[in-house]
């Protein structure tokens, strides 16, 4: 009894020195100040000349909140914040058992290195907030290889840490009024083409090992490489996102879900020199020993231009298999391929479940992809007889125009990709399309409505009717989840 008392005088007394102290509400009226709980009622609802609340939509609320300038931090894009914004979060996590916490980054132009988060905690960015990644290496610690990879991603070895990383986390709201995270990676591409670096290069984002993550309404720019990666985690909700990086720079991927579980995707913008959404779960033999797939995956309303990858790939790594994607109300604007299926002798796994519908194109090299032959290996130790399986996979209701070759489907020989179907699809041609237009080998399945002709090895069924694809009836429990109505107290700057 004495401890707890002890415990809960000192977070009081926190609060009374801390300059205002941290405020903060939810659609329940939770109010936790320090001081008269009648007056902070009365200003919130009337007004009060040192601040001002503002709403946004989160998994969880939080009690408290405090801002970034309170911990000594600098806008003015050169200072360096990295200590900044790591004494923030160590003082805000001592809030996680008495309702979470808030860090509101106000506007200005916030320099940091890599900073670590914690758990019940959000990060929220005023409209005219850019968080500036730090271009130096050494504000980015050295971490050890993902266990499902077995090597880093550019190089052998090990990675540096991401901007925003966590790991063993519960409950993390990554959120603002639509500001900006600015990887500012170009030093970053330049040493990678000239093999500069000893290390594979930093994410913008990535959150291990967590159950309920939210990252949402914010734009993020010019990663080093991947922008958001939630990796061995459940529970995610991404949505809101405005994700723009040069078309020429490879590797610079919107986002990744990684051997993540119910996972929902939605209402993005991306323009990228990769794949917009990429779907992984491992890297060969790495990948099969952990054994953790990524599945109930949930995206739409995706817009994606990228000229040279794929609006939604399934792979090349996805070694611990990839099951129930559901993809629709997807538009892809002059982008190499629509939905890429990715893999290799040596991959196993599976990708297997997937059903696409709703797909608006224009300008594309592909509509289909699918190839068994794709990517390199982390080590010569890979099992050459680990064979991938690819099975019911459902295209339906998709529109594309000015389209090069409407498929390119080749499986891997002695282990087909079986049950394809592919329903109610018009494709029209650009000016100089390719002379064959269905190159399908070792593939399976069928199709219905679909125009032009697909090749023999997808025979229409039923001729003259439409036959639908599959697409599940029934929601997968990350579509259920409702985000609440926050409130918090900011200053006026």
């Excluded at 801002?67 to 996590?93: H, I, K, M, Y």
């Excluded at 986002?255 to 992984?280: L, Q, W």
């Excluded at 390119?408 to 002695?414: D, N, V």
Aim: include cysteine; charged fraction near 20%; glycine fraction near 10%.
């Amino acid at each position: 009894m004495r401890s707890l008392l002890y415990t809960i005088g000192s977070l009081l007394i926190l609060l009374l020195s801390h300059d205002g102290g941290f405020t903060g509400a939810s659609d329940a009226e939770h109010t936790f100040r320090a001081t008269d709980i009648h007056t902070h009622r009365h200003r919130r609802n009337h007004g009060h000349r040192r601040g001002e609340e503002f709403e946004y939509s989160a998994l969880s609320c939080r009690a408290y909140s405090a801002s970034l300038d309170e911990f000594g931090a600098v806008g003015d894009g050169v200072t360096s914040n990295t200590a900044a914004f790591r004494d923030a979060v160590s003082q805000l996590s001592r809030f996680a058992d008495y309702g979470g916490s808030l860090l509101f980054v106000p506007a200005g132009r916030w320099l940091t290195g890599s900073f670590n988060l914690t758990s019940h905690f959000t990060l929220f960015l005023h409209r005219d907030a850019v968080l500036l990644a730090s271009q130096e290496e050494s504000d980015y610690e050295v971490i050890e290889p993902l266990p499902s990879y077995g090597r880093g991603r550019d190089t052998d070895g090990g990675r540096f840490i991401s901007l925003l990383f966590g790991s063993n986390l519960t409950d993390v709201v990554i959120t603002g009024e639509n500001g900006t995270i600015d990887g500012q990676g170009e030093p970053w591409w330049g040493k990678f083409k000239r093999g500069e670096l000893k290390y594979t290069r930093p994410y913008l984002i990535e959150i291990m090992h967590s159950d309920g993550i939210q990252i949402s309404n914010l734009t993020f720019l010019n990663s080093p490489s991947w922008h958001i990666h939630p990796v061995y985690s459940s529970n995610i909700v991404i949505q809101g996102l405005t994700i723009l990086a040069p078309v020429t720079v490879p590797n610079t991927d919107g986002i990744n879900p990684d051997s993540c579980t119910n996972t929902r995707i939605e209402d993005c913008y991306i323009v990228s020199g990769d794949d917009c959404i990429a779907v992984k779960s491992g890297w060969d033999q790495y990948g099969i020993n952990y054994g953790m797939p990524t599945k109930q995956l949930l995206i739409r309303r995706l817009t994606c231009i990228s000229p040279d990858s794929a609006v939604i790939a399934l792979g090349s790594e996805m070694s611990g298999g990839i099951e129930d994607v559901r993809a629709e109300d997807i538009v892809a604007i002059n982008s190499e391929s629509g939905i890429r299926i990715k893999t290799a002798i040596g991959r196993g796994g599976y990708v297997k479940d997937v059903y696409v519908r709703g797909m608006t194109m224009q300008t594309m090299k592909y509509v289909f992809w699918m190839t068994g032959s794709y990517g390199s290996h982390p080590d010569e130790h890979y099992d050459p007889n680990a064979l991938p399986v690819i099975q019911n996979i459902n295209y339906q209701d998709m529109v594309a125009e000015n389209v090069t070759m409407p498929a390119q489907l080749a499986g891997i020989t002695g282990d087909q990709f079986t049950g394809i179907c592919i329903s109610n699809v018009t494709i029209t041609l650009s000016k100089k399309p390719k002379k064959v237009l269905w190159n399908c080998t070792d593939v399976s399945g069928y199709t219905s409505g679909v125009t032009p002709e697909p090749c023999q090895l997808l025979p229409e069924k039923q001729p003259g009717t439409v036959v639908p694809c599959n697409f599940p009836e029934s929601s997968i429990p990350i579509d259920e989840v409702k985000l609440q109505r926050c409130y918090s107290r900011r200053r006026l700057m």
